[in-house]
């Protein structure tokens, strides 16, 4: 969306970018008092491109005020030279910065670069996207991915996305106790009609914020059902729209399930204390290292059920998987079937058990240190603007 208060500069614009390929460009002329260049909308557009004249400082503040899951990226062109107009566009979370006269050929470049980034690359976007697979059936990884992604909702007032990928015996809606309506077969077929806006229809809200999307109750999709292609969009759509979007996969190399693994900013793969639990681990984790090339340090090996005085002590889990930096989570089968039978999460009926303290570890490591590099080009200005 293209959005001014000037109509000559809306038109401008309009003709520099109409060499996009495959984009539907909208226009927002802004009369009448409104400040907020997203304001009124019921989609928000995939990309801003906004310019500012002598009314910038009204219009970035409007801008600001909004959430951020309320933002689409930005590129600001203003008409002030002002360097307080850069500042302040770069706190309203704009991408690229240009003022007048500029070269409409950056312009258009700089969009195009943004747009590709957006398809093609969602580990670039807020969303972390973190994938959790057992490592043998019934390790736990269904019972960690609804647990860690409501705790990160409840606790971290994060918004985050929890898909349930085992399409077949998926059991995430039972976990939360929730009817899943609209399921994630609609969203693959309409995927590229929705916006972040629409593709929140899709999702189920749980009494804590957290949203999620499955297959809808009573039906089964078979594999060769789903294009990756679309399952990519869909996940990168959802990556814009959330901090966090947790995928639980079945136990299965496949094209459904390496398309996100290749997505994903971690892994998580959960086991158990046993001999065929850690035969099982070694295999998995050598298929993702050596076939999927995911790095060793995006993979995370969570240790479920864990007992102290098991036979397999934590110390030999990790010199067979060659670990360190294993989370465990303690056995507690009382609070476990509770919450499974009520369909409440662990940090709702058991807030202070150490089952769910080991669950709040683990939102810390899933949420990963923040990162605070600003490679764009704006980050590099604002740094020298700061003197720095
Ligand atoms: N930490 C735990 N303590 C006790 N029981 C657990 C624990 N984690 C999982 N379980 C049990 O294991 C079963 C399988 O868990 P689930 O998360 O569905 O496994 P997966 O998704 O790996 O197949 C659950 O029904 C639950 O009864
Ligand atoms: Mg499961």
């Given at each position: 969306?293209?959005?001014s ?7 401008s614009l309009q003709t520099i970018?109409a ?5 539907k ?7 009448n008092?409104?400040i907020d260049?997203?304001?009124g909308?019921?989609?928000l557009?995939?990309?801003l ?10 219009e970035?503040?409007a801008?600001?005020a909004?959430?951020?899951?309320q933002?689409?990226p930005m ?8 360097p ?5 566009s770069?706190?309203?979370g704009a991408r690229?910065f240009?003022?007048?006269p500029f ?5 258009l470049?700089?969009v ?8 093609e ?12 697979m ?17 705790a990160l909702?409840?606790?971290y007032?994060?918004r ?5 990928l085992?399409?077949?015996?998926g059991?995430?809606s039972y976990?939360?106790d929730l009817h899943l309506k609209h399921?994630i077969k609609?969203?693959l077929?309409?995927?590229?009609d929705?916006?972040?806006i629409?593709?929140d229809?899709?999702?189920?809200k ?5 949203r999620?999307?499955?297959v809808e109750?009573?039906?089964?999709i ?5 294009s990756c292609?679309?399952l990519r969009h869909?996940?990168a759509?959802m990556?814009?729209?959330h901090h966090?979007v ?6 299965q190399?496949?094209l459904i399930t390496?398309?996100v ?6 892994v998580i793969i959960v086991?158990q204390?046993?001999i065929t ?6 295999r998995?984790m050598d298929v993702l290292?050596?076939?999927l090339e ?5 993979l ?5 059920r864990?007992q102290?005085n098991?036979?397999?002590t934590?110390?030999?889990?990790e010199n067979a998987?060659?670990q360190?930096s294993?989370v465990?989570i ?5 609070n476990v079937t509770d ?7 662990l940090l709702?009926?058991?807030k ?6 080991a669950v709040?570890?683990?939102c810390?490591?899933?949420?990963g240190t923040q990162q605070?590099?600003?490679g764009?080009?704006?980050?590099r200005l ?5 003197g720095?």
């Amino acid at each position: 969306m293209i959005a001014s208060r000037s109509t000559a500069a809306v038109d401008s614009l309009q003709t520099i970018l109409a060499p996009l390929p495959k984009t539907k460009i909208k226009t927002q002329v802004l009369v009448n008092g409104h400040i907020d260049p997203l304001g009124g909308l019921d989609r928000l557009p995939d990309l801003l491109v906004f310019r500012l004249d002598s009314n910038w400082e009204v219009e970035l503040e409007a801008l600001s005020a909004r959430p951020p899951s309320q933002r689409p990226p930005m590129i600001i062109v203003s008409a002030e030279s002002d360097p307080q107009v850069m500042r302040s566009s770069m706190q309203a979370g704009a991408r690229d910065f240009f003022v007048e006269p500029f070269e409409p050929e950056e312009v258009l470049r700089s969009v195009e670069h943004l747009n590709r980034e957006l398809l093609e690359n969602p580990s670039q976007q807020d969303a972390r996207i973190t994938v959790v697979m057992n490592a043998k059936g019934g390790s736990g990884a269904s019972l960690i991915a609804s647990n860690v992604a409501h705790a990160l909702c409840q606790e971290y007032e994060q918004r985050v996305a929890l898909v349930d990928l085992d399409l077949q015996f998926g059991s995430l809606s039972y976990y939360l106790d929730l009817h899943l309506k609209h399921g994630i077969k609609e969203a693959l077929d309409n995927v590229d009609d929705l916006d972040a806006i629409a593709l929140d229809g899709y999702l189920v809200k749980h009494a804590s914020g957290l949203r999620v999307m499955g297959v809808e109750e009573g039906r089964i999709i078979l594999n060769d059902e789903v294009s990756c292609e679309r399952l990519r969009h869909l996940v990168a759509l959802m990556a814009r729209a959330h901090h966090h979007v947790i995928i639980d996969v079945p136990r299965q190399i496949d094209l459904i399930t390496s398309t996100v693994l290749e997505m994903a900013d971690q892994v998580i793969i959960v086991t158990q204390q046993s001999i065929t639990h850690l035969r099982d681990t070694a295999r998995l984790m050598d298929v993702l290292r050596d076939d999927l090339e995911i790095p060793d340090e995006n993979l995370q090996v969570v240790v479920n059920r864990y007992q102290k005085n098991s036979l397999i002590t934590r110390t030999e889990v990790e010199n067979a998987l060659k670990q360190r930096s294993l989370v465990c989570i303690p056995n507690d089968f009382k609070n476990v079937t509770d919450s499974l039978n009520d369909g409440i999460p662990l940090l709702d009926i058991a807030k202070r058990a150490p089952i769910t303290k080991a669950v709040m570890d683990l939102c810390e490591v899933v949420q990963g240190t923040q990162q605070i590099e600003d490679g764009s080009v704006l980050g590099r200005l604002f740094a020298k603007l700061k003197g720095a």
